[in-house]
Nanobody, 115 residues
Framework: QVQLVESGGGLVQPGGSLGLSCTASTNIFKFSNLAWYRQTPGTGRELVATINSGGSTNYADSVKGRFTISRDNAKNTVYLQMNSLKPEDTAVYYC?????????WGQGTQVTVSP
């Protein structure tokens, strides 16, 4: 089981920016497919962005042009840079690592966008 530790998040005003990071405890991180999800109370987890082992990315329509997912294999870390934040981006954000057909999850970090 891969351990994932998230950091970042917090409170930001609409239009502001935040960055999330997630570090994995595996020495084969470079082979993993990674993603960020988010969840609000009473809803299921929503896929926000993905990046595969080759570096190809995909985004939910709701965040395209505002969020950027990236990875640093040397640091075993995946990032989510969030710009032009909106109140509807408020959620708990989770990183996901899929490696050898197994999913691992971070502990979640709260992002709140409010005046």
């Amino acid at each position: 089981q891969v351990q994932l530790v998230e950091s970042g998040g917090g409170l930001v005003q609409p239009g502001g920016s935040l960055g999330l990071s997630c570090t994995a405890s595996t020495n084969i991180f470079k082979f993993s497919n990674l993603a960020w999800y988010r969840q609000t109370p009473g809803t299921g987890r929503e896929l926000v962005a993905t990046i595969n082992s080759g570096g190809s990315t995909n985004y939910a329509d709701s965040v395209k042009g505002r969020f950027t997912i990236s990875r640093d294999n040397a640091k075993n870390t995946v990032y989510l840079q969030m710009n032009s934040l909106k109140p509807e981006d408020t959620a708990v954000y989770y990183c996901n690592c899929r490696l050898l057909a197994r999913d691992s999850w971070g502990q979640g970090t709260q992002v709140t966008v409010s005046p």
